[in-house]
């Protein structure tokens, strides 16, 4: 079923050994087909007529390498954590697949350097804030294509979770203040609002937005969205309520 992926990238061009040696140490494998990994960093081969074409076969790999790292981390989490029930693991593992978390283990691992080299000449560098953990499950995807599941196992569980992820760390991490506010204010059946409180119009909108809790205001934030306005109002009003200030325990 592989075999037509494979054929496609059979043709490496010699400039990019430099490149291929850095993806070996990092998933610590020996590449059956380089030009895979090529386009896990959206490089061109000579089966590609264009940059574009080059980008969809590293977005293909983006879809692929996300499913099977989501599939990766519940197993990891699964073994790590015997005790742990259904609500912490998956909360660990949301936490772990955050594109925040993501960003943070590829740039560890040094995938920016080669990832701008990557984008080629019909690239820009820097267009969004989530391309360095989208090219890593973008990897993810080249190694499952090439190596199989053992491989893929080995290279998320042994070369980026062991070495990269801090889970005593992690365990008290939170990805989203509005959510855990949320929770708590709803648990202790009490109203709650974000209301705009002001709004500057210019090349880069302002937002202010304050968080009411039964009418009363506990605390303000501001952001660039209305979105992240009202996570900074969260995380504010989560520490003047002193929420989320310990981790979650899990199950014994």
Do not use: C
Request: net charge positive.
């Amino acid at each position: 079923m592989l075999q037509p992926i494979l054929r496609l990238f059979r043709t490496v061009p010699s400039e990019h050994r430099t490149v291929m040696a850095a993806i070996r140490s990092m998933t610590g494998l020996r590449p059956n087909d380089p030009g895979i990994y090529l386009a896990a960093f959206r490089r061109k081969v000579k089966t590609d007529a264009n940059q574009r074409s080059a980008n969809m076969r590293y977005e293909r790999l983006e879809y692929l390498g996300d499913a099977v790292l989501g599939v990766l981390m519940a197993e990891y989490l699964y073994e790590k954590y015997p005790n742990g029930d259904e609500g912490y693991l998956t909360s660990m593992r949301s936490k772990v697949v955050s594109r925040k978390a993501l960003n943070r283990i590829a740039e560890k691992m040094g995938i920016p350097q080669w990832m701008d080299m990557g984008r080629g000449r019909g690239g820009r560098q820097g267009q969004t804030s989530s391309v360095p953990g989208n090219t890593l499950e973008a990897l993810v995807g080249a190694v499952y294509i090439d190596r199989g599941w053992t491989a893929a196992s080995y290279f998320v569980h042994r070369r980026m979770l062991d070495p990269y992820v801090n889970f005593d760390k992690v365990e008290t991490e939170v990805i989203s203040y509005k959510s855990l506010l949320i929770e708590h204010i709803q648990k202790q059946r009490k109203t709650f609002r974000f209301d705009l409180i002001d709004e500057q119009g210019s090349d880069r909108n302002r937002f202010s937005i304050a968080f009411f809790v039964d009418d009363d205001e506990v605390a303000t934030g501001s952001g660039q969205s209305k979105k992240s306005a009202e996570e900074a109002a969260s995380r504010a009003a989560a520490k003047v309520l002193k929420i989320g200030s310990s981790p979650r325990t899990r199950r014994r």
